[in-house]
């Protein structure tokens, strides 16, 4: 394996760019709306199709902002939010939305054997990515001076990532008196004299959510050809109108610089792209890159380890793609596989391989090298970055 110089501390876009080009059969037009779970949501589509566009395009809309309404955990009144909010061993009143949202969460929480793990939001808000960071709201006494150049107290790393604090197979549902409740576990820690409950944490999974809901609407207006993205990192693709097979191509952007505007290019159509990986959200101190990402085994960032007091680099998997499944169902199991090792993301891989497919970059940090695994068919990527080795999961 060929050595690589550093990754550059930039922000590199991980995304599904659909690019549109030569659309001689169908017109393409698009909507966008800013601002709904803090990104761009564009719904792009044939002008020649379904009913009027902008009024779907307003139930869309509507639709989202309801996900991220009751998912968000920086929306007061939202499920999440009030959650996080309780005391433990609370029962908080859940809506229709978020309930839906914590079901796909409790499968995929369940099929991945907890590596996708939404009872991190302590963790994820020590280690400064929670959405309080973002917009200066609040704050609490483990917070740091400076997040971008202090690592959290090791006592609240500690209480946070105990196994009954990110036990989400340990949150509850039952019917109270006027709906669905979440029953909150009573286990909470105590550190310098104050309790902290488990939170939660679905803003990655809900993007993914608003766009299954988006999708049932342009779809039952009679839509199939377009797309709906969310971020970048929640895709569905329908029919591409400029060629006789629908296939669209997608750019999967790269993670690093060294790997070059793009790694890989999809040849997908009518199913979802959802993308995780640790350069959306990061910092680096002494060298160690700590993403937004974290693992629930350890409390600590993907690549990352702790020897002692020590932190150090490992090799890890930078980025996952996953094809295929509801796009919620996708930003939950892309998220699972960046948590994994090598073994245990190729096996849930080849495992899972009739419901959905993978593409992963694995970097070594002994080599300084990078490393492509898929068990997508040969027909559905091209490579298109230099890596050392790719391998095909079976």
Known sequence: ????????????????????????????????????FGTQVRWVYAQSEGADAPTVWEEVVAALRTVERQTSSSIEESTVARFNAAPAGSRVAADEAALGVIGTARAVYEETFGAYDPALGRLIDLWGFSPRHRTGGGSEAY????????????????????????????????????????????????VAGETYGMQLSLDGIAKGAGVDAAVQIVRAAGYT??????????????????????????SVNSPREELGASYATLIVRDTSVSTSGD?????????????????????????VAQNGGTMSAVSHIVCATVVGGTAAEGDARATAIVTMSLSEACAYAAAHADAF???????DVETDAYALYTNLPQTAYRVTAAFDAVEVIS
Request: proline share 4%; charged share 25%; with cysteine.
């Open 1 to 36: 394996m060929r050595k690589r110089r550093s990754a550059l501390a930039v922000a590199a876009v991980l995304g599904c760019a659909a690019m549109l080009s030569g659309c001689a059969r169908e017109k393409l037009a698009a909507c966008d709306e800013y601002g709904i």
């Open 357 to 363: 497919r993978v593409m992963f970059v694995w970097y």
């Open 279 to 303: 350069h959306e959200q990061y910092y680096e101190i002494d060298g160690v890159r700590y993403c937004h990402i974290i693992r629930p085994d350890t409390g600590l960032p993907v690549g």
């Open 225 to 250: 050809y377009g797309y709906l993205n969310a971020g970048g990192s929640s895709l569905y693709v329908l029919r591409d109108p400029s060629r006789e097979d629908g296939l669209w191509e997608i």
């Open 143 to 190: 917070d740091r001076a400076d997040a971008r150049t202090q690592l959290p107290a090791a006592e609240y790393l500690a209480a946070f990532a105990a196994a009954d604090m990110t036990d989400f197979s340990a949150v509850g549902e039952e019917d109270g008196e006027a709906g669905r409740v979440l029953v909150k576990p009573a286990a909470a820690a105590c």
